[in-house]
């Protein structure tokens, strides 16, 4: 065998040198060299495969049963088995996962039960990554703790007296479609959980939620189906009584809630066989747990000794909250003195416990036997009442509501609509648009704490109070602010939600808001008495407007608030182990009539809502734009909010602009209309900036960039000869829009903007002069009158000795430029025709006149015929107003003296157009009547214009004679009058 290795390996050394035949090159060949020894080694040297593994099976259990058309299932087993109780329960795609676990210590750490639940809503669930920076889930959000609430309510009374363990029910939502709101379902899914736990607990609890849609009950209604409902009930119970009530409606009827929580009763009590049958099949055997009780000795000898002083204080109704707690402070301590002195310590580690309960029965045996209340009221009495509203003028709105000693202030602020909170649930609506803060401070029962995150029962509270008070909100298409209300209880001896919910009502009416009416909160008690044999509750007492101490040593806490019309929110926290459903019901009657006493003192200190600009109310402003221009505003958004101090949003296609005084909304809106720019508007006033200036007029930027053509007849009032002398480059002028060309450029006016003036003189000689003198009015063009082509030249006529007058430098031009860049290329086109044109008759420089100047107006000779040598004289323009601009100049006959101071005129024999100049007045007769103005007709045939004032005369003939006098000529000549009588 030896030998052999030492060729095989010879060979292969070698192999690569030699040429092996065929056979050797075989590698199935090796084998023929190796002994069987030699095999036996090889194959224990090769690596051997890996074994298969064994197939692990889960068993699980399941069970299924339906509600309101809809499969509902319980399964366990296959997800989290290390878990005391685990339990995945579904509803169609929607899945949730709830667990429970039990501290391992045998002793309980605390005199109280430490329950936590945690619900929580990762992102995955509905296949999203969470925005937060590290792309993680952070804090729980409110309705986390919202929900976590809810499986807390109904589960806590069940645990039995003297269970202080600590125990932990975490809820994960596994899956969701969006159509399902998970809360319910993990109230349902805890419940089974503690079932197939071994902590003791006397469950099972059923939970439903109801909506009522055109009058029907839907139950386990979707989200979508929410939106349509005006009740949202939360239920949840026993076989035989209520747990826990949960409600947001639209003012329902006591009537109809009555009918809705009888029909959740009857519907929730089909969750719990299935979770019993799940229960049998796959729970754990309870485990002994140590109860923390006192023995009935101790009881005894505590109730001896503080029984009678405890009577004592609570018979007095003059002690206050404090001083009342101080004396029972003291007869705590002399308890505790005089057991200390016997050295019974099983007595002193129950101390306070046992005087709790002492308490506890005396105040409850004189409600039920006496009737007597601790503060002396009656059982449906409302404590004093105390509404101010506007507390704080300097606020957006603001109320101080007191109730007995407690105390709310509330407070509004308005906001714009992308101030709404953003919530990152995985159903319902992405925002909210109103939302109500709920502060609890230590100072509000003379305590020192610390002021930690948030709260479980400041959300929760704050929560209630905002579905009480959303129900009389104005829809957000009439009222898009965004809303905050906050309320800081400022004392509290009991319902500081509900006062929250007063206090909130009124501040939003101060603040503005247009509320449909006032919404007023009431807490109800219970005080019963159980038969010992049956369990069940013998004798009861239902208290109206509950204390902070009988909120504590009672049996419920039944938080309604409403308008006169009906119930908008409600939320019922009970402490024995269930309530029946008839009482809870009868619970509504007295706090519908404390309701109205409560609304009838609101309404005396504020009804109506005020108007929101009478206060500091910030002005809101919500405009539309094109895509183009919201990317331009967007652009420049944070520019318009450090210039203006407004506060700008865009969201879905329209801007808002929320201001806190007016003059800054107009200075914001004036701003984004500069620069984003909006549709023009005929008529309305635009900022704009002088781009470039023609001679017949200036281009002016406005509007967000657009460009209009503000006409040197638009410039004044009175007579332009040169642009330059009125605006200049660079400069912001106040523009109104008067039109648009046929070809869509855009027509603007500075005269339109400005006042009137009138001369001084002008105006004493009014009464002596019996033919006052009219201010030029544009004209648009009169229909059926001789065009003139787009490249002629402007209209001259010549006078009577044969000199030219060209037209007016500010007539309306024959050809309007669309831009400042098509201005300027037809500029250098035609530069040379354009310097002849203007050596040819150019306007006089501007010279300011000290004075009226003198006016001579061109009349008909006299009948006589005399042949008088014609002399010529330069006639000026009467100065009018301030701007004392001297008109065109053109040689005119001179008339008698007699003539021009009689200011008798009669019209010519034969007038032509040619010889007509400025100021010139005229008989005329009546051509035609249009809407706008009239079409004059001369001596001679030759036609003018003359348009109609604002209000001003129109009830004209045609044929009727006139005064008229030549105020202007446009751009084709044509006369344009203006009428003297």
């Known amino acids: 065998m030896s030998m052999a290795l030492a060729s095989l390996r010879f060979l292969t050394r070698r192999r690569h040198r030699l040429r092996l035949p065929a056979p050797f090159a075989v590698p199935g060949d090796r084998a023929a060299f190796l002994s069987g020894a030699a095999e036996e080694e090889a194959a224990a040297d090769a690596p051997r495969p890996p074994p298969q593994p064994g197939r692990k099976v889960l068993e699980s259990f399941r069970e299924e049963f339906e509600i309101g058309g809809r499969t509902i299932a319980f399964e366990t087993g296959k997800v989290a088995r290390f878990a005391n109780g685990s339990v995945v329960i579904s509803m169609d795609d929607t899945h949730v996962l709830a667990t429970v676990a039990a501290a391992k210590s045998s002793e309980p750490v605390r005199d109280f039960l430490p329950l936590t639940v945690d619900y929580q809503e990762k992102q995955y669930a509905q296949g999203v990554i969470p925005t937060t920076y590290m792309r993680r889930e952070g804090a729980p959000k409110e309705r986390e703790l919202l929900c976590g609430r809810i499986i807390d309510r109904p589960i806590r009374p069940l645990f039995p007296p003297g269970f202080y363990h600590e125990v932990q029910i975490m809820v994960n939502v596994l899956s969701s479609d969006g159509k399902q709101d998970p809360d319910v379902m993990a109230a349902n899914a805890s419940s089974a959980a503690l079932m197939l736990s071994d902590i003791p607990w006397n469950g099972p609890i059923g939970v439903i939620r109801v909506g009522r849609i055109d009058g029907n009950f839907v139950l386990n209604p979707t989200v979508d189906e929410l939106g349509l409902s005006d009740l949202n009930l939360v239920y949840a119970c026993s076989r035989d009584e209520t747990l826990m009530i949960d409600v947001q409606a639209r003012e329902i009827t006591e009537r109809d809630l009555k009918a809705g929580m009888k029909r959740a009763h009857s519907e929730a009590v089909q969750c719990i066989d299935p979770q019993i049958r799940l229960a049998k099949r796959a729970g754990k055997e309870k485990k002994e747990y140590k ?60 101390l306070s416990k ?82 109500l803060h709920y502060s609890f401070p230590p100072f509000s029962i003379n305590e020192v704490a610390k002021r930690g995150g948030l709260n479980r029962r400041e959300v929760g509270h704050g929560t ?39 206090g909130g009502s009124m501040a939003l009416m101060d603040a503005g808001i247009p509320v449909r009416e006032h919404v007023a909160g009431v807490s109800v008690g219970l005080v019963s008495q159980v038969d010992p044999t049956t369990g069940h509750i013998s004798n009861y007492r239902i208290l109206t407007d509950i204390l902070g101490l009988e909120d504590h040593l009672g049996d419920m806490d039944f938080k309604i608030a ?34 109205n006493q409560i609304l009838d003192c609101m309404d005396q200190e504020i009804s109506t809502a005020r108007a929101i600009n009478d206060g500091s109310a910030p002005r809101l402003a919500t405009l539309s734009f094109s895509s183009d221009s919201l990317r331009k505003l967007l652009f420049h958004r944070k520019k318009i909010e450090q210039e203006t101090g407004a506060r700008v949003s865009v969201s879905d296609g329209t801007v808002t602009i929320v201001a806190k005084t007016q003059p800054v909304m107009d200075k914001a809106i004036e701003k984004v209309e500069f620069l984003v720019g909006r549709e023009i508007e005929v008529g309305r006033t635009y900022k704009g900036i002088v781009s470039s200036i023609k001679e017949y007029g200036a281009f002016v930027e406005f509007n967000g960039g657009q460009q209009g053509l503000l006409h040197i007849s638009e410039l004044s009032h009175e007579p332009v000869s040169k642009v330059s002398d009125v605006v200049s480059v660079g400069q ?47 004209w648009a063009a009169v229909e059926n009158m001789p065009s003139v082509d787009a490249g002629a030249e402007p209209s001259s006529s010549k006078h009577e000795d044969g000199t030219a007058e060209e037209a007016p430098a500010f007539s309306t031009p024959s050809v309007i430029i669309r831009s400042a860049a098509d201005c300027d290329a037809q500029d250098v086109a035609n530069g040379r025709k354009k310097q002849t044109m203007v050596a040819k008759s150019s306007p006089r420089p501007f010279k300011p006149a000290s004075g009226r100047q003198e006016v001579r107006i061109a009349t008909a000779k006299k009948a006589s015929g005399a042949s008088t040598p014609k002399k010529t004289k330069k006639v000026k323009a009467e100065k009018s107003g301030s701007n004392g601009l001297e008109a065109s100049v053109s040689e005119v006959p001179e008339q008698d003296a007699s003539n021009t101071l009689d200011l008798e005129y009669s019209s010519p024999t034969k007038f032509r157009t040619g010889s007509m100049k400025l100021g010139d007045v005229v008989t005329a007769k009546v051509y035609q009547v249009r809407a706008y103005g009239l079409v004059l007709e001369l001596s001679d045939g030759v036609r003018g214009m003359h348009k109609f004032e604002a209000n001003g005369q129109k009830d004209f003939e045609i044929g009727q004679e006139l005064i008229a006098k030549c105020a202007s000529f446009n751009a084709k000549g044509i006369p344009v009058f203006s009428l003297l009588d």
């Open 562 to 595: 409403g308008t006169r019309k009906g119930i908008t929110a409600i939320q019922l926290d009970i402490k024995p182990a269930g309530i029946p459903l008839h009482i809870i019901c009868e619970s509504l009657e007295p706090a519908r009539k404390a309701r």
């Open 464 to 502: 209630l109070a905002e579905k009480a008070l959303l129900a009389v909100l104005p829809p957000e298409s009439d009222f898009p602010y965004t809303v905050r209300v906050n309320s800081e209880v400022m004392a509290s001896d009991g319902s500081t939600s509900m006062a929250s919910v007063c």
């Open 354 to 435: 046992a005087v709790d309960t002492v308490r506890k029965q005396v105040i409850r045996k004189r409600i039920i036997e006496k009737g007597l209340r601790v503060d002396g009221r009656q059982l449906d009495e409302v404590r004093p009442l105390y509404c101010e509203s506007s507390a704080y003028p300097i606020l957006h709105g603001s109320a101080l509501f007191s109730r007995g000693d407690t105390q709310v202030l509330c407070t509004v602020t308005l906001g714009t609509p992308g101030d709404a909170q953003r919530l990152d649930s995985i159903v319902g609506p992405p925002t909210k648009r109103f939302m």
């Open 291 to 350: 109860i923390s009780l006192i023995s009935d000795q101790s009881y005894e000898k505590i109730r001896t000794l503080s029984e009678a002083p405890i009577e004592e204080v609570f018979t007095d109704s003059a002690y206050g909250k404090f001083e009342r707690g101080e004396a029972l402070e003291k007869i705590t301590q002399s308890v505790k003195a005089k057991l200390e002195e016997e050295n019974d310590e099983d007595s002193l580690k129950f």
């Open 732 to 778: 912001m002028l106040s523009l109104r829009c008067i039109g648009q060309d046929v070809r869509g450029n855009i027509k603007l006016s500075l005269k339109s903007t400005l006042p009137h003036l009138c001369n001084k003189k002008d105006l004493e000689s009014k009464d002596s002069d019996p033919l006052p003198r009219q201010e030029v009015v544009g």
